[in-house]
């Protein structure tokens, strides 16, 4: 079963860009992610799924300014142009035949 | 548009059994997968179990969460669309909020807006 692995915390200025990175364990380097926001007292949200390759696709209504990529093992969630709503969690995920697996979250300040 | 609604008792007693249901407007659910995901406040989210229709069985196949499976048993109702979770012998470590989700085909998820479970003592 895969693990993902995320820094618990990340921080940005209004109007930068961040990278948030996410890391499958030894083995699993080739599957896809997704990556979900939280804000504060909020259900989750899909945001994105991210192959292997680099890939992604974003779900309904989430702005360009966030964007995928990958590099081996790393998953990656960029968003530019940062603005006060972004300040939330972000986690990602992974599943398999058996089980969906998620991360510890990454809490994103923007400053 | 896909709609998933949670329902159930917002308070359960301690050794006894949680259940919860999750209703699907906008979607078959005889399709994609369905799962169950929770969150204690302030911490991280956990999968906790998914259940489908298998297309060659026509009924319910399961996976569990290792950490829980001994205490856990979903299914799930075509006839209703609506889909279940029943979490037995609960401890104050299983008050949490708790998600009903849908994974489609192609690896899109989309969550219920989640309802927030108390074990009393």
């Known amino acids: 079963q895969p693990v993902l692995t995320q820094s618990s915390s990340a921080s940005a200025s209004l109007g930068s860009s961040v990278k948030l990175t996410c890391t499958l364990s030894n083995g699993h380097s080739n599957y896809m992610i997704a990556w979900h926001q939280q804000q504060p007292g909020e259900a989750p949200r899909y945001l994105m799924k991210i192959e292997g390759r680099g890939i992604y696709n974003k779900g309904s209504g989430v702005p360009d300014r966030f964007s995928g990529s990958s590099s081996g093992a790393d998953r990656y969630l960029t968003i530019s142009n940062l603005q006060s709503e972004d300040e939330a969690d972000y986690y990602c995920?992974?599943?398999?035949?058996?089980?969906?697996?998620f991360g510890g979250g990454t809490k994103l300040t923007v400053l | 548009q896909l709609q998933l609604q949670e329902s159930g008792p917002g308070l359960v007693k301690a050794s006894e059994t949680l259940s919860l249901t999750c209703a699907v407007s906008g979607d078959s659910i005889n399709s994609h997968y369905w799962g169950w995901i929770r969150q204690p406040a302030g911490k991280g989210l956990e999968w906790i179990g998914r259940?489908?229709?298998?297309?060659?069985?026509?009924?319910?196949?399961?996976n569990y969460s290792p950490s829980l499976k001994s205490r856990v048993a979903m299914s799930i109702d075509s006839s209703t669309s609506r889909f279940s979770l029943r979490l037995t012998s609960v401890t104050a470590a299983d008050t949490a909020v708790y998600y009903c989700?849908?994974?489609?085909?192609?690896?899109?998820?989309?969550w219920g807006q989640g309802i927030l479970v108390t074990v009393s003592s």
């Open positions: 995920e992974t599943w398999d035949n058996s089980a969906w697996v």
């Open positions: 259940v489908f229709i298998s297309g060659t069985l026509g009924y319910g196949t399961t």
């Open positions: 989700a849908e994974r489609t085909y192609s690896g899109s998820l989309t």
